[in-house]
């Protein structure tokens, strides 16, 4: 079995991804946090090693096969193949974390894909917002880009409870959807 793991818009809008319909909320406990500048002025989740590791969810992939799953994840993600993070059983090399390979041994999973997409602000990879450079930017977004990025956080799934989460909820009133 091979899965693909999520923690962001692929678990609400999966387009094209070639997984089941069911994603589970019993994942590995992974580094997210909101530190991405899209194109479009969203903040998007990705792995920030210095962020709160929290379990992501996973869904099964339509494809025994590792390639296939990281060719249709690449493809969903619209990126390059060296922003998909893989690991295989018996994978010996450190391309993933040993808690994604801990729990994809736990589980009998042959295989595991994932967007790994770096932090990204103002146009400078690997560099994640503070904080506060996260509330300033959000809070200065024209209404188009303010709409998406809203509705980006909004829609994040529950169990992603992220420190810049709980900020955007306080100062900037958006909760998820369904809570209050």
Known sequence: M???????SLVWDPRGLKVEDCWYKDG??????????????????????????????????KSSDIAEARDSLREREGTTENSIGTWQHGDTSRSASPEIAKWAISRGVDGVVWTSLPPRFNGENSIAPSL??????????????????EQYIRNAPSQIRTKYRAAFEEQLGWKQNGAT
Not at 2 to 8: D, T, Y
Not at 31 to 60: C, H, Y
Not at 133 to 140: M, P
């Open 2 to 8: 091979i899965v693909c793991l999520a923690w962001g």
């Open 28 to 61: 590995p406990s992974v580094p997210v946090e909101f530190a991405r500048q899209s194109m479009d002025g969203r903040l998007t989740l990705v792995i920030e090693s210095n962020a709160l590791a929290m379990p992501v969810l996973w869904a099964k992939m």
């Open 132 to 149: 506060d450079q996260a509330l300033k930017y959000l809070s200065e977004l024209d209404s188009d880009a303010a709409v998406k990025a």
